[in-house]
C-alpha cells in the first residue's frame, strides 16, 4: 500500500530501477536470456520499465553488443508480463507441467531435452554456463534460480520502501 501512495517522480523507482537493472544485467550476463519478463507489484508502474532498461544498459556498460539489448530492441528485451500479477503463478505452474513431461519423456527441447551446447532454444547469445548435457533439470532449476533472485529482489525493495 505505502508504495501504491508513492509519486512517479520518488526517489525510490530509481533506487528500484537500479537493483532490477542490475538483476538484469546479471541475467543477460549469466544465462543469456532471449527475453526478461518482469512482473508484480512494483513492476505495475509502467514507467519503471524505461528506468529498468537503462540501468540494464549501464549495468552492461557496452560488454554485450547485441541488437536486443541496445537502443531500440532493448524496449522488447526487457517487457511486462501479458499475465500481469498472476505471472509468478503461471510460471510455477508452466515449471510443474514440463517437469511432468520430462518425467514421461515427452521434453519439448527434442529427443534429450536439453538445449545444443553452443545455443539454447533459438538464443542469440552462446551458452555461458557450459554444456547442459546431462543436466536434465538445468531449464527448471535455472527458472526456479532466476524467479527465487526477483522475488528476493522485491522482498528487498519493498522493506527498503517501507
Excluded at 12 to 26: E, I, L, Q, T, V
Excluded at 39 to 60: D, E, H, I, T, W
Amino acid at each position: 500500500a505505502a508504495l501504491a501512495a508513492l509519486p512517479d517522480d520518488h526517489p525510490a523507482w530509481d533506487a528500484a530501477a537500479h537493483y532490477m537493472g542490475a538483476m538484469c544485467a546479471n541475467l543477460v550476463l549469466l544465462v543469456a536470456p532471449e527475453r526478461i519478463v518482469l512482473s508484480g507489484g512494483v513492476m505495475q508502474r509502467a514507467m519503471l520499465f524505461p528506468k529498468v532498461r537503462k540501468a540494464m544498459q549501464a549495468n552492461l556498460n557496452g560488454y554485450i553488443q547485441l541488437p536486443a539489448v541496445l537502443d531500440p530492441g532493448v524496449d522488447n528485451f526487457i517487457v511486462p508480463s501479458a499475465h500481469g500479477n498472476k505471472a509468478g503463478m503461471v510460471g510455477a505452474m508452466t515449471l510443474a507441467v514440463e517437469a511432468l513431461k520430462r518425467k514421461r519423456g515427452e521434453a519439448s527441447g527434442g529427443a534429450s531435452g536439453a538445449a545444443p551446447s553452443s545455443q539454447r532454444r533459438g538464443s542469440k547469445l552462446p551458452w555461458l554456463l557450459g554444456s547442459p548435457e546431462g543436466a536434465a533439470s538445468w531449464p527448471p532449476a535455472a527458472s526456479v534460480a532466476l524467479a527465487a533472485a526477483a522475488g528476493t529482489l522485491g522482498l528487498v525493495l519493498g522493506r527498503m520502501l517501507r
